[in-house]
């Protein structure tokens, strides 16, 4: 986010400096022809005058006086030396200055979050053990209907804590994996889900598909998309899973049936605490933080979550290099 402020400062400052350039040679040029003409019109008045002089007696012009085109020409090229020298020098001046601008600029937008960050992080762990303590007073005493509250709201710490670390940038620890069984392995935990839910579940996933890349955040990423199809999948809908290969890749891929996904929404639903007023509301369970930890994964791994309205609902994909 601050590298994308940096650049976005940088690239202002730019399109102004190249404004600024484009005035300015406007003007040079415009002082360019007027210098032109000028000398010109001099160079002329001074000829006429030898010419008469000649007649009344004194010398005619010396042979090696310079032709008028060759002063055009030395005027012009002295006037293009100066004003690139002028454009070379206040260019790198501007792009220094931009460059110090950007980052004094989102210096305090870079403490904020930080600072946010760092309550997140805090206020994470710190509440952690409360809510251990009040689910287990809850087993105790058979406080069953505010369970579903507790690990909602276990669910979000989690989930906080898991943004806070991924913001940090973490060196990504790789290995090769067998992406076929690891997303096997994945999906069980879904299928009595789904059943319960009362909604078709299939997977299709190809064998032996091997890939470069970090197991537990490869399993977590394809986790939050199934689970995010079967909550926002139509009443008796289908959830597909598929993994395939194409060429040098492997694609694996969610789909649900259900309402589609608005252009507008497409750029929207990755953002932290996102809902839509149709289908992501409370009554599924969600916080709106899933997809972001995924794509965040996903960025890490070099690729992106495509979003695409297919006929009869909608699927996410994700592209993986072998």
Partial sequence: MIKKLKIKIILIIMAVTVGVFAIMFGVLNSYMNSTINRQT???RTFMEQREGDVGV????RPPFAPPLENMQVRIVEDLLRISMMVGVFSGIGLLIFAIFFAKWSVKPVEAALIKQKRFIS???HELK????????ESDLNGYDEIKPQIARMQGLLND?????HLDENPPL???EFDLSKALLEATLEFESRAFEAGKEFNVTISENIHIKGNEPKIKQLSAILIDNAIKHSSENGKIEVKLKEHNATAIFSVFNTGEPISEEEKSLIFDRFYRTD???TRTTGGHGLGLSIASKIAKEHKTRIEVENIEGGVMFSVEFSK
């Fill in 160 to 164: 906080l804590l898991t943004l806070s």
């Fill in 173 to 175: 620890i790789e290995a």
């Fill in 129 to 136: 053990t409360p809510l251990t303590i009040i689910s287990a």
């Fill in 57 to 60: 007696g004194m010398q005619p």
């Fill in 278 to 280: 149709t289908s992501r």
């Fill in 122 to 124: 805090d206020a994470g």
């Fill in 41 to 43: 019109q001099e160079f």
